[in-house]
């Protein structure tokens, strides 16, 4: 999904109202509707039953949207107040038609025209709050009842989840800068398109989740736009298209036998998640390579996944003896893994080298399979197959001689060098994950939470990967899917369980829950 400044949105406003005869009216009805509809899934997600939301809203356009998600929620029965920051009789245009309408249709109504009025405002116990303080067009630090407000909610997120609606009221839409205060939002409802400051990194602290409104832009008059960034928003919109129904007619080699190559003694967790992952994934056949003497627990813990044992090492890893067995069982594969849980021998750099120059099938490498390489990229370059890599900052900074400063300081150009220089699809994990191929833009995925800085969640994106592959998924659309859903799932446990409680094993479980939000069956 293109990224936009600010004023390429309002151009597409423009042009939507003048060419394609869509009111401003009916822009701003269409994101009411669609930030009432993101509340409650929002709402449904967390559990809450009978959910009060307080929507705050400013004097502008961005209040306009706050009033008509109003109307929406309170037609679907929802418990909710609008608090102004200001007066009603400063709200006008089409941002009026809609105060009015969740008036008549009986929504309370609050003014706080001034910071003192906020500083007294005592906490309502609201479920959900709404920003709608502070729209794209503001700049500069909040001034007056607006910072008073963006302070109120702050205050009250310990108790509330807060929706901020196309940008977190007090950040910069165009460079993701904050100039004073500015709302810490868990998600935020964006209008149309992403913004260029949201997808900044400067943004990740306030922004939460980025989801997108659409509003009807004629998709003619999007894909004609200039981007002023190469980079590109993973969105659910472009990634359902990759899931096609699946045919009656079919059997469990048509969606991919997977190979997944780890694990060691005191290790066999990773190679585990991965294989569970990868099963809750849609893989047909899960096939798993691990030393000897952990068959036991990988087969007692994935009753899907056949397991092979192999001969191992003096530490309990894969012996590079065992690649014989591998390279027989490659013939039979789809897609590859390696890397979780394989720890760090010198066998291990054998059993990458063999498999970067034998593989005729798409094949990931992560982990220890990466750390085997360590200050050695030019061997990627011999890849026979499409290669997906997936580093955390520090795997790329031992892999390529750097460190994980100089990784994060520059990731976006870190994380296209290295997709040019290996010729490979790169997966640079962390807040903002990034996907880069040398042919296509710049992705960013902004699913996901810091309840997943956990183990093993590493291990669980690594088993969606490789299933997806092995579904017959190009490497950039299966790492784009991969990464989405992987966040989604932490994102759906987050308000199901809290962030605190989150483990890798609960993730694996939530997968399908996560695709449920991409597919109809």
Known sequence: MKVVSVAQMRELDRRATEEFNLPCEELMDRAGDGVAEIVERLAGTAGFRQPFVLLIAGRGNNGGDAFAAAHYLKGEGFDCEIWIAGTKSEVQGDALKFLSRARQAGVPIHELPTKEDWDAAEPVGADIIVDGVLGIGASGPARGPAIGAIQFINACSHESLVVSIDVPSGLNADTGIVEGEAVIADLTATIGLPKLGLVDPAALEHIGVLDVVDIGIPPAVVAALSSETELALVHRSDLAPLLPRRARNTHKGTFGRVLLIGGARGYSGAITLAARAAVRSGAGLVQCVVPQGIVPIVAGQVLEAMVCGVEETETGSIAAGAWKTIEA?????????????????????????????????????????????????????????????????????????????????????????????????????????????????????????????????????????????????????????????????????????????????????????????????
């Open 329 to 521: 069982l490659l013939d039979k594969a789809d897609a590859v893994l390696l890397g979780p849980g394989l720890t760090f021998h010198k066998d291990s750099f054998v059993l990458v080298r063999n498999l970067v120059r034998a593989s005729e099938v798409p094949y990931v490498l992560d982990a220890d399979a990466l750390n085997a390489l360590e200050g050695q990229p030019h061997l990627l370059t011999k890849s026979r197959a499409p290669m997906v890599m997936t580093p955390h900052p520090g795997e790329m900074a031992r892999l390529f001689g750097q460190t994980v400063e100089q990784v994060q300081q520059d990731r976006r150009g870190v994380t296209v060098a290295a997709a040019k220089y290996t010729n490979a699809t790169i997966v640079l994990k962390g807040a903002g994950t990034l996907i880069a191929q040398t042919d296509q833009p710049l992705a960013i995925n902004l699913t996901g939470n810091p309840g997943m800085a956990t183990g093993g969640t590493g291990d669980v994106l690594a088993g969606v990967l490789t299933a997806l592959l092995g579904q017959g998924l190009k490497p950039y659309d299966a790492a784009r899917l991969a990464v989405y859903v992987h966040g989604r799932a932490g994102d759906q446990l987050a308000l199901q369980k809290s962030q605190t409680g989150l483990t890798a094993g609960d993730l694996a479980n939530e997968l399908p829950y996560a695709f449920r939000d991409l597919v109809t069956r």
